[in-house]
């Protein structure tokens, strides 16, 4: 039985078929197909990059985009499926389990985290991403006071975060933006985390994110994603 689950960034509907992913495949840009299966989640499949592996360069290498994506992903999503078969978490929504995770087995948060987490972090990088929308603008200034001091927090989340771990914009349930860090797979919708709300950008500080181009030095990498945000999708997850 496909359950597609309730996330909460877009609108999650069906997701393509076979074909529109074979044809997606061979196209470096965004479009509105691959735009469609970005917005899809379903525990039954697992998403289709919404790019080729180089559409990064220079800023994230082809070799990682392949590892990250067709072995670390790919084995969340697998480990996932497996620790949630014939269990009640199998008809709960993604949100639904987060939202209860400390009461859940360590496989469900771990893998379930790192399913969702890099499917939101595969959607909000892209080369040319655009500027964030009016709206999004506006709820920036008033968070941080600018764009600038945006990027020194959300960065310095992603600097200070000990071993592994997520650097997060998010907006809490009044719809004002904070950014935080989470260790390991966590996200900010888990009923864990220091502080509470829904993801908008997402970014890796894995050192299987950056290694292999960056080896240790994480704040090259950081410096670079700032070179691939896709704003277009942030404001939409946004508003
Ligand atoms: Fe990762």
């Not at 479009?31 to 039954?44: R, V």
């Not at 893998?111 to 499917?119: L, R, S």
């Not at 992603?158 to 989470?182: P, Q």
């Amino acid at each position: 039985m496909a359950v597609i689950f309730a996330l909460p960034v877009g609108a999650f509907a069906q997701g393509s078929s076979e074909t529109n992913r074979e044809k997606d495949n061979t196209k470096n840009e965004i479009n509105s197909k691959t735009q469609k299966s970005m917005n899809t989640l379903n525990k039954n499949e697992f998403p289709q990059l919404p790019y080729a592996y180089d559409a990064l360069e220079p800023f994230i290498d082809k070799m990682t985009m392949e590892i990250h994506y067709s072995k670390h992903h790919k084995a969340y999503f697998d480990n996932f499926v497996a620790a949630i078969k014939g269990k009640e978490m199998e008809s709960m929504s993604l949100e639904q389990i987060f939202a209860n995770i400390s009461d859940l087995p360590a496989a469900v948060r771990n893998n379930g985290g790192g399913f969702y987490n890099h499917h939101l972090y595969w959607g909000n990088m892209k080369v040319n991403g655009g500027k964030p929308s009016a709206k999004l603008n506006a709820a920036i200034v008033k968070a941080f006071g600018s764009m600038d001091e945006l990027k020194k927090q959300f960065s310095d989340a992603g600097k200070t975060r000990f071993g592994s771990g997520w650097a997060w914009l998010s907006k809490d349930e009044k719809g004002n933006l904070f950014v935080s860090s989470t260790p390991n797979q966590d996200n900010p919708l888990m009923n864990v985390a220091e502080k509470k709300g829904t993801p908008i950008l997402a970014m890796d500080v894995w050192e299987h994110a950056y290694y292999l181009k960056y080896q240790n030095k994480r704040p090259d990498y950081i410096e670079a994603f700032w070179s691939v945000i896709n704003w277009e999708e942030v404001s939409a997850r946004f508003e």
